[in-house]
């Protein structure tokens, strides 16, 4: 067994809106083996902020699925629908710091204009609600390094978008809860999707503007079905739970670039972490950032 270090700390942020499928399952095995592979810790946390793409009892099936494929979590599990307060002081700090303004564009509006924000509101100093509240950019870069695809270059206009951080509805956005999060949660590296890729940069400029030390960031190729469609639960993806779970770890594996042994293709799923654990390497992993999982499923 490896011995737990407190250096490192990984972490599976799920959100509730469904049950686990292929894609999802990729994202767990992935950061698990990463932080198991580094004798670190792994948490999970349910990132339940957009209450209305949450589904009643979606996050207790996630857990159980998790435990299903021998993936078990360190500490209890984080719920950001119980953090709302903290959200609210990190909000009232940005806001002290003049860092935010109020915004009125549309999505109809700003897609118009070319899809990225450019900063209409910036000056108006709007303070009648509704309104969507936006973080000024102030110059983030449009480059870092991930762990695992290299040298990452981002659209400057992207990297620089003041974006929403609490939206017209009053939910905080998933942009501000993450860094929050990670923050408080001791997070040394992020291992997700690649699909999370681009907003990479925002993130670890969202941190140290918080004071704090960005974790590392690596991104994996994405399960898509074709070219620029991931699998996801809103094209219906198959809950994994309904199938043979050593079968269904030897194809996430494989996906990831691990070929288990003959003799461990129908074993216990224990086994195959173990296995998986011992020899894994982020460098084993394919530099593709989507891949046709058709073939896996
Ligand atoms: N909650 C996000 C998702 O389910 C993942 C966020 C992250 O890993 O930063 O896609």
Not at 161 to 176: C, N, P, S, T
Request: proline letters at 6%; charged letters at 15%.
């Amino acid at each position: 067994m490896p011995v737990p270090s407190s250096a490192y700390i990984g972490r599976f942020a799920p959100s509730p809106s469904g049950p686990l499928h292929f894609g999802s399952l990729i994202a767990a095995v992935g950061s698990y083996l990463q932080a198991k592979s580094q004798h670190g810790q792994w948490l999970v946390r349910m990132e339940d902020i957009d209450t209305p793409r949450m589904v009643p009892g979606a996050d207790s099936d996630i857990l159980r699925t998790l435990e299903q494929f021998g993936l078990h979590w360190d500490g209890t599990v984080l719920y950001q629908s119980q953090r709302l307060e903290r959200y609210q002081q990190i909000f009232r700090h940005l806001q002290q710091q003049q860092l935010i303004y109020g915004c009125q564009c549309s999505r109809k509006q700003i897609s118009e204009s070319g899809g990225i924000y450019t900063g209409r509101c910036a000056t108006l100093k709007l303070t009648t609600e509704p309104l969507a509240w936006r973080l000024k950019s102030q110059g983030v870069a449009s480059q870092f390094t991930d762990l695992i695809f290299g040298p990452q270059q981002i659209p400057a206009a992207l990297a620089q978008e003041d974006y929403i951080i609490k939206r017209r509805d009053g939910l905080f956005a998933y942009q501000l809860v993450v860094v929050v999060d990670d923050i408080d949660q001791g997070i040394t590296e992020v291992i997700r999707g690649a699909d999370l890729l681009q907003m990479t940069p925002r993130q670890q400029a969202l941190c140290t503007l918080l004071g704090a030390v960005a974790p590392q960031y690596g991104h994996l190729p994405l399960a898509v079905i074709k070219p620029g469609f991931k699998l996801s639960k809103q094209n219906h993806a198959e809950p994994v739970s309904q199938w043979p779970v050593s079968k269904v770890m030897a194809n996430v594996l494989a996906f990831l670039g691990l070929s288990l042994p003959t003799d461990l293709q129908q074993a216990p799923v224990t086994q195959q972490l173990d296995w998986a654990t011992a020899h894994w390497q982020l460098s084993i992993i394919p530099r593709r950032q989507e891949i046709n999982c058709t073939q896996f499923a």
